[in-house]
């Protein structure tokens, strides 16, 4: 079969600016996004200071030795989850309600607020892009980190809100100050992902915690914490328990990155029930979750042994990582998520053929005109193969 041009596909119709970006190295984050727009050496754009490097044709996936363009947990679904997902698809023809629902009590217990608080989805950013068509249907603007996870952000954008993007800080945390300043009467919602992405970066606790509980008194604020499962002390960390507090705060989770089932589909967000009730008035979050993928999840909660084995190897990776970024003498991003970003000396579309040659799949950006590297985590084995490539690569 001829490979498909990147330009040539688009230019087919497969996307529209509703419609979705199916392939990592076109799509920013692991999500859908609106159509993206092109700059004349064919990066994709998110803003003027943070590009993405896209290769000329899609990398055969079946053919890589490592893949690593994705965040993707390479050691999931869980066992339990598995044989959870295997048990119910015989019962794939029902609706899911009530097992949903039970679902949604655990998760409750686990997150320490009521069921009314907690709203399901295919996955959070399937969350994060209702709550933006709901949020900014009467326009207005969204106020984030950049560069940060763009999903929300761009669907915002096509909805017909305008985005105020706040560059972060020297050492990559988001500039709370800078983005409380930026908040204006048509502000509908303040959007932080944290850790963010694509940096691996954290921001301090404690700023966060005072900004979320002051700034959610003026607009609501949206923390996105995917990756906050690969901290020790991730519950901590979490801004969850504003909620109880009654702040208008939202806090998107997912069953993609630590338990493993990114094709599997299951998120939520937690939230005011008002604020919930604003989206569900709209749209169905849960509609979109099949019947074993529900079943999987509440067995995956239960595997705490997966999660912490997840946890402790993607560490490893990271550590391994690190060693050999040191040896060839690469700063880099120190990362609190399942990714690495660097910067490399090579121009980034480059950069990607060549790793795509030697059977290793990244991505490549441009921020702030500088061209970096984000790797994700896979298994041991798959980083002793991206490191050797890398190696030979980077001369």
């Known amino acids: 079969m001829e ?7 688009l230019k087919r ?3 529209t600016a509703a419609g979705a970006m199916v392939l990592p190295q ?6 859908p996004m609106a159509q ?10 998110y803003s003027p200071f943070f590009k993405e490097f896209n290769a000329e044709a899609f990398p055969d996936t079946a053919k890589l030795l490592a893949k690593l363009n994705a965040n993707e947990n390479p050691y999931g679904p869980s066992p339990m989850a598995v044989e959870a997902f295997k048990g119910a698809t015989t019962l794939g023809n029902r609706y899911a309600w009530k097992e949903l629902f039970d679902l949604m009590d655990k998760i409750a217990v686990k997150e320490g607020v009521k069921i009314e608080n907690i709203m399901m989805g295919p996955g959070s950013s399937d969350l994060l892009e209702k709550t933006a068509m709901v949020m900014f249907a009467k326009g207005g603007n969204v106020v984030s980190a950049d560069p940060s996870y763009m999903s929300l952000i761009k669907v915002a954008q096509a909805t017909g809100a305008s985005w105020k993007p706040v560059p972060l800080k020297d050492d990559w945390s988001h500039d709370l100050k800078g983005m409380e300043a930026a908040i204006d009467k048509d502000t509908k919602l303040v959007y932080i992902c944290n850790p963010n992405n694509p940096t691996g970066s954290m921001t301090d606790h404690a700023e966060l915690v005072d900004f979320c509980s002051r700034v959610s008194e003026k607009v609501p604020v949206f923390v996105d914490e995917a990756y906050l499962d690969f901290l020790e002390d991730a519950a901590k960390k979490s801004m969850v328990s504003l909620v109880t507090q009654g702040k208008d705060v939202i806090i998107a989770r997912t069953f993609s990155k630590i338990h493993g089932m990114a094709g599997l589909r299951v998120g939520y967000i937690v939230a005011q029930e008002s604020t919930l009730d604003k989206i569900q008035d709209i749209t169905r979050g849960g509609m979109g979750i099949t019947y074993p993928s529900v079943y999987a999840a509440s067995a995956s909660m239960d595997d705490i042994a997966f999660q912490e084995k997840s946890r402790k190897l993607n560490a490893e990776c990271r550590e391994f990582v690190y060693a050999t970024l040191d040896k060839m003498g690469y700063t880099y991003v120190p990362s609190s998520t399942s990714f690495i970003l660097f910067p ?8 990607l053929e060549k790793m795509t040659a030697q059977g290793v799949g990244v991505r490549a950006f441009d921020i702030m005109d500088k061209n970096w590297c ?3 985590m896979g298994t041991m084995d798959e980083m002793k193969i991206f490191a050797s490539a890398l190696q030979k690569v980077l001369v």
């Open 36 to 45: 993206p727009k092109f700059d004349s050496q064919g990066r994709t754009i």
């Open 13 to 15: 119709g497969a996307l």
């Open 344 to 351: 490399i000396e090579m121009e980034g579309k480059s950069f």
């Open 3 to 9: 490979t498909l041009n990147r330009r040539a596909w």
């Open 374 to 376: 984000r790797v994700s």
């Open 26 to 31: 076109l799509s920013f984050g692991e999500t």
